[in-house]
């Protein structure tokens, strides 16, 4: 899942020219130009602390519940202040007339502020709320998955233990099965395969790509995304969905 303002990049500009406008109104002073450009340099506060936040809340958010709390009305008031503070200083600068003015509707800024913080915070949640796993009907649960796949490696066939494979990747009609010793193929869909695997050792984060989860290694930032650092060194990108299932099946 993209972020919204990768996502919805139009409409997450508007709302925070729409949120910056409505705020310049309620708290403007009576220099006209100073009330534009409040309310300019608030839109692009908003914008810029709406990604800040983005990253934080999804990937240094403390699981903690007290920590949380702790750390979520420590950061809201060090935002509001800082956002609060950068006005304060532009306004100094640029309008010194009208800054008593603005000095007065400081304590009605720094509540609106934190109203818009707690509404992102609250949004930032429920969208990326991360849907539980299916509970297994009692067959599933029960079935049996397979121990080992045998493939030909020349004129000999190989047998593979499942704990040994790395992963498996599609290939066209084919799946690639990696271990510590090598590649093989095996005639047969990434759904057949999926299917055949232990759930609880195998996972598919990614269409085309099947991972033993005991063979992680770590996991790393890509980019806007994730990927995970195989046992032996090899690298694999992760689609959204397969990083909020893995953080589950980890616990994380």
Known sequence: MNPPFTEYRKGYIAVCISLAAIYASLTGTPSVACRIMDAMLYAVMLYST?????HIFRYAFPRNELYSLLFLSMFAVLTGSLMVGIESVAV????????????????????????????????????????????LPSDERTKEYVKRFTVRSGQKIKIIPV????????????????TTEGRWLKEQTMKYSEEQLPPDLFLRVHRSCIVNISR???IERYGEKQQIILCNGDKIKISATGYRMLRQRLEL
């Open 163 to 178: 704990e040994d494979i790395l992963c498996l990747q599609a290939e066209g009609d084919y799946v690639a099965i990696y």
């Open 92 to 135: 100094y600068l640029f309008f010194p007339a009208v800054f008593g003015n603005f000095a007065a509707t400081i304590p009605v800024r720094l509540f609106i502020t934190l109203l818009f913080f707690a509404i992102a915070r609250l949004y930032y949640h429920s969208y990326g709320t991360e849907t539980p796993l299916p509970v």
């Open 50 to 54: 709406g990604i800040i936040l983005w």
């Open 216 to 218: 992680i290694s770590r």
